[in-house]
């Protein structure tokens, strides 16, 4: 079972649902669910209601009672490069989907979730392609789901063909390809979509990208480096050459995090992958 536990901490009485709504970004959706769930809502071990008054002092636990789907696979491995009661942050290898699909039922990060929290809902707050490697967030509960939601702030690196300038932005917006369920591209009828970039590294063939988004939109990273004559390396699907690495050369390398319940602020790291560095590191 996931439980969820509060102190209350203010010096004002007020009700359950102001408490839990106003104070602690506890969803709607959420509260409504436990209203109707045996046990779902206690205050120091007795059943309240929602529209109950609590008060300082009071231990207040939301019981989700959910449990995972995915089969577990514990022949899979992920290191976990941050966790606490609420959220756990892996670092996700490059050839891992993180959700299942037809082609993908039992190698996903979802279903080595499932063997390390065999209690618990796999709730990823942000998306990784199974190619791109780095950190990605699974929260442990719906509230930490629903107040992390957006992931935080992160920083992804990539190895693009060719020399950059140092520093740019991109801002193009970015569609489906009428022809693909997965490609996209540039069109000016597409999303809005901006890129802000900073080169680190390079080689006499690739350079070495720091990058910030503005906007979360699929494959923008591909994409928006495709479009200004930089595709990243590997990424044959985008005019990337797969001669040097065999996967789109792509890392969540770094988040800042805003924890759900304490509101602390961590910055989480995961180091370049050794198949991205060879890139630079050639004779």
Do not use: W
């Not at 959700?99 to 809902?121: G, V, W």
């Not at 199974?130 to 509960?141: E, V, W």
């Not at 994409?223 to 789109?248: E, N």
């Amino acid at each position: 079972m996931s439980e969820l536990r509060f102190v209350v901490d203010t010096d004002t009485p007020m009700t359950l649902e102001k408490f839990l709504r106003g104070r602690n970004g506890v969803s709607a959706r959420l509260l409504k669910k436990l209203k109707h769930r045996e046990g779902g809502l206690t205050c120091n071990g007795e059943h309240i209601r929602s529209v109950d008054t609590v008060r300082h002092g009071d231990i207040i636990v939301l019981d989700t009672g959910e449990n995972s789907t995915a089969e577990p696979n514990g022949s899979l491995f992920a290191a976990i490069a941050f966790e606490n009661e609420d959220i756990v942050v892996f670092d996700k290898p490059a050839g891992m989907p993180v959700h299942q699909s037809i082609k993908h039922r039992d190698d996903t990060l979802a279903n080595y979730f499932a063997y390390l929290y065999p209690e618990l809902t796999f709730r990823a707050v942000n998306r990784l392609d199974k190619d791109t490697s780095g950190l990605c967030i699974i929260a442990k509960n719906p509230h930490a789901a629903n107040v992390m939601q957006g992931g935080g702030d992160k920083t992804y690196y990539a190895a693009v063909h060719g020399i950059t300038d140092e520093c740019g932005v991109i801002d193009a917006p970015i569609a489906r390809e009428s022809e693909s369920i997965i490609r996209r591209c540039v069109r000016e009828d597409g999303r809005h979509a901006v890129t802000h970039y900073r080169r680190i590294a390079c080689s006499d063939r690739y350079s070495l990208m720091e990058i910030k988004l503005e906007t979360g939109r699929t494959h923008q990273i591909r994409v928006h480096f495709a479009h200004i004559g930089h595709p990243l390396a590997g990424d044959d699907m985008y005019g990337g050459k797969l001669s040097d690495i065999s996967r789109q050369a792509l890392h969540c390398g770094q988040m800042c995090l805003k924890l759900p319940m304490t509101g602390e602020v961590t910055v989480v790291r995961s180091e370049l992958p050794d198949d991205i560095k060879q890139l630079f590191n050639r004779a």
